[in-house]
Every structure is written in structure tokens, then in C-alpha cells.
């Protein structure tokens, strides 16, 4: 039993050890380098903005997008071009990862910084790790990219998000009904809704009111607004107010 709980233990070892060779290193990560034989050499590192850490003796060493066995061949290189060790022997551990996360913001549960691996690099699964929308938040968000904008359906084809991407699920689009309802105030314009369906949203006409006498107030292109009779069955768009009058008898 003893043996198998080792060699289960190497097994598991081994299997972090190849996950991290291949994982590459990006901006903000923390790293742990260790140079054999050298102690003064061994530091705790942080990649910055440039993509660098700072070594004792052979200065800025770019690391970022290496893997952690490249990135040791690379501050090994640097320690050997400046003359300091003939052949050094370097190790690099990827400690606390930062450039694999994303940004949630917004209209969802607990907004924060979440990880990404293969496994919930979807922007749904990391929506999902944030609690979920909230009934206020809108079907669609934007991911920051690059420093662009880029508009993303969350009902729609998989989308996988990046390190250091900014998820921002905006407020829905609202309409407002006032009047004769049995329930004033602002609800979500869901696809299609028509004024029938707003006015069953506020919770239908009360015995003063008519559906024959309604208002409705709608913000034009150039900002102005306007104000005009409606039907039951008018779309509604984002920010109109519908006014349900009381019946004349």
C-alpha cells in the first residue's frame, strides 16, 4: 500500500511538473528562480509590465510568453553572456499566476478577478464562476480585448476569453410604465415585447384604467422626445415610458 501511495504521489508530482513546462509565463506572474549552487542567485521574482524579471547580476531578463523551462534557458543564457557562471544551472517555478485571469464586472453575483485554465477559459464558465447575471444585468457583455471593445451574445456560440481580458455585463434595457397599472416602475424590454406584454409586466390595467388610452414617450435620434398615442401592440423599445390613462367613463 505504501509503495502505491508513492508512486501515486511521483505520479501526481511529475504530472504538475509537466502542466507547468508548458504553461508560459505572462505579465504579473510570480515566479521562483533558483540557480543551483548559488543562493545568492535564488530569488522570488514578478514578471512586469515589460515582460521581465530582475536577476542579481544579469539585470532585466525578458520571460514573458516562455515557458517556465525556456525562461530558465533564457536567464541561464543571460548569466553565461555576461561572463558571471560558466554553466549555470537554473530552475523556474511558476508560483502565483495572474496573467491567466480575467476581470468580471458589473451586473453579475461577486464580481472580481477569476482564473482561467483549460477547463473554464469560456467566457460562460467564468460568468457562472462569478455567480451569475443578475436579473438586472443584460444578455450580452462587452470584453475589453487588446484595448477593444467587442460585444458578446452570452446565449450564443462559445466564446473563450484570454488573460488579463475585462468581462462588463451593463445594465438590461429598461422601459417604464406609469399610470393605471397595478405595479408602476422600470422592467426589462425582453425581444419583441410589444405594449400588451409591457403592460402585463406591470402587473395589468387596474378598473380606473383603458387600454384604449395609452401614452407613450420615446426618445428620438437627435435626443428629443416625443409623445404619441399607442397600441397594444407597438414594440417597445429601450427607455420608453408607456402612461396608461384612466378610462373617460
Given amino acids: 500500500m505504501r509503495h502505491v501511495l508513492v508512486a501515486l504521489l511521483l505520479w501526481t508530482v511529475a504530472g504538475l511538473a509537466a502542466a507547468q513546462s508548458v504553461e508560459k509565463l505572462g505579465v504579473g506572474d510570480a515566479v521562483h528562480v533558483t540557480v543551483f549552487q548559488q543562493p545568492d542567485l535564488t530569488i522570488d521574482a514578478r514578471v512586469d509590465d515589460k515582460g521581465a524579471i530582475s536577476m542579481p547580476l544579469a539585470g532585466q531578463v525578458k520571460v514573458a510568453g ?47 478577478r477569476y482564473p482561467l485554465d483549460e477547463s473554464s477559459s469560456q467566457l460562460a464558465d467564468v460568468i457562472a464562476a462569478a455567480g451569475g447575471v443578475l436579473p438586472t444585468g443584460s444578455e450580452s457583455v462587452i470584453v475589453t480585448r487588446n484595448g477593444k471593445e467587442q460585444k458578446v451574445e452570452l446565449l450564443g456560440k462559445a466564446f473563450a476569453l484570454q488573460g488579463g481580458e475585462t468581462v462588463y455585463v451593463d445594465r438590461a434595457p429598461v422601459f417604464y410604465i406609469y399610470g393605471e397599472v397595478t405595479r408602476s416602475g422600470a422592467y426589462r424590454v425582453e425581444p419583441n415585447m410589444s405594449v400588451m406584454q409591457a403592460i402585463a409586466a406591470g402587473g395589468g390595467i387596474t378598473p380606473r384604467g383603458s387600454d384604449r388610452r395609452l401614452k407613450l414617450r420615446r426618445a428620438a435620434a437627435d435626443g428629443k422626445w416625443s409623445e404619441t398615442d399607442v397600441g397594444l401592440q407597438e414594440r417597445v423599445k429601450p427607455d420608453d415610458v408607456i402612461y396608461v390613462k384612466e378610462a373617460l367613463f
Fill in 66 to 112: 516562455l515557458t517556465t523551462t525556456a525562461a530558465a534557458a533564457q536567464i541561464a543564457e543571460a548569466l553565461k553572456r555576461g561572463k558571471f557562471l560558466n554553466n549555470p544551472q537554473v530552475s523556474v517555478a511558476l508560483t502565483t499566476v495572474r496573467s491567466r485571469q480575467v476581470s468580471v464586472l458589473g451586473q453579475v453575483a461577486r464580481p472580481g
